[in-house]
């Protein structure tokens, strides 16, 4: 009884003390530094606000962490920060992992958490750790820094916990979905409205940039986020989950608005000129094809997208834009590709030589980073997220994580035939759908482990984990 009334006492306490300590250090600041400490102000209350809000409910926290994850890249280009906006990150999920156990006042259900995904995340997590001892590695900074980005685990147990009925997963789908739309638009503006001073400015610092986003006379588009490629995987992502719920249980209207809203993201994907976004959603719909081939409604949709896609690569339409999507469906054809896979071929003999692989944060910027005069660390990008694997984490590395991948989409199909209800039924696909599909694009694309696609992918590991036990305690749950 004692230790519960501190447990729910220590957060109030923890946050008077927060304030107070704040308060008396931004008088201290406006009386000794005067107006110019305004900016730091404002970031201080709005950082203590935020810290305070999370405390109290550690859901808000993950939240926040979304809305970080798309927006972060757009604040940087505005005021083009020095302060690494990536730690701030690192330390709210920190927080928000903290706030899981600090708050007595939610409770917390573990009973599912002993289960297949659980067990090969951590195992594959604590071989990360482990490459602190790799004898390949030059650099324990390098180990550091990137055990430091590595929350996933951490944000899992969050989701794990945030995900409590079919009203979390509603609730968080509903917010993933709107971000994404705010995506969409913004990316829309981009296109027709052109880019921002600010946004060329920031193209233009990098002569290197310019001739990644300026492709066959077209400017590729990258909305809120890091670049056109996470634009397109994200968008991708999110136009999956769209064209799913709009085959799903609900309202005539709803479901046109799902339909919508789809073919709308799939439009902004295509402004970012990404080919892996566009396989990755063929290959999205494929697998959701081969799940429900039973369904009529399945069957009509197929035929009837099948049609357009036929209109769309065949048709008389042409320019940057189509040309790239065409470009896709012949990966002969595509000297990038030729690349990629000359250079998987190349570094095939260091992965067969090094079965645990140089160590982390040894290859592309952060190998030149951190890791500097290791083998790997030349600066070049790896491309492929399953060759940045194998290349840090060896052939053992690599095998854990497609066993860990295989395991999520075995126990997402397995919900699919598992699960009567229709609505809990349509949401799992609503995660496994995309996460498949991510998945086949982290071959040419470091896609999986990137923000914000990154928080999409626990999000779905913690909902298929646990969507089918809800099925037992449903209670109405509808997007309207």
Known sequence: MYLNKIKTWYPTVMLVTVLLAASLFITYMLTHAGTKVAPAVIGIIIGITVVAAVVKDYRIGFYVLMFM??????????????????TVYDGLAMLTFSAVFLNGYYKRDWSAFKNPITIAFFVVTIYQVLQVVNPSAVSVTAWLVAMRNNTSI??????????????????????????????VAYGFYQEFAGLTAFEESWINSVPERIKLYY?????????????PSAYGLFTGMG??????????PFKPGMR????????????????SGTRTATAMVAAGIVFYIVLTLKNKTTVVAMIAGGFIGIILFFGPFYGGTMNRIRSTFNP??????????????????????????????????????YSGGHELAQGWDPDSGYLLIALELGSVGLTLFLIFFGIVVIR?????????????????LAYLVPFFALSVAHYTQDAVFTKPMNLIVIAAYAVIVKIASFERRLVSVDLV
């Open 69 to 86: 994850a798309v927006f972060m890249f757009y604040f940087d280009r505005i005021v083009q920060a020095t302060f690494p906006l990536g």
């Open 154 to 183: 951490l944000l899992y147990v969050v989701c794990f916990q945030m995900f409590a009925s079919a009203i979390d997963v509603k609730r968080f789908t509903v917010f993933w979905l709107s971000v994404m739309m705010i995506v």
């Open 215 to 227: 492709i066959w006379g077209k400017m590729r588009k990258f909305s809120f986020l890091s670049d």
């Open 239 to 248: 136009a999956l989950a769209f064209l799913v719920l709009a085959l799903g």
């Open 256 to 271: 046109i608005l799902m339909f919508f809203c789809g073919m709308l993201t799939l439009m902004a994907m295509s402004y």
């Open 332 to 369: 002969s054809e595509d000297p990038s590709m030729e690349v990629r896979d000359m250079k998987r071929v190349r570094l095939q003999s260091y992965v067969m030589e090094h079965p645990f692989g140089g160590g982390l944060y040894t290859t592309g910027q952060n190998g030149v980073r």
């Open 412 to 428: 997402g199909i397995n919900n699919h035939y598992v699960i009567r209800d229709p609505l809990l039924k349509t949401y799992n």
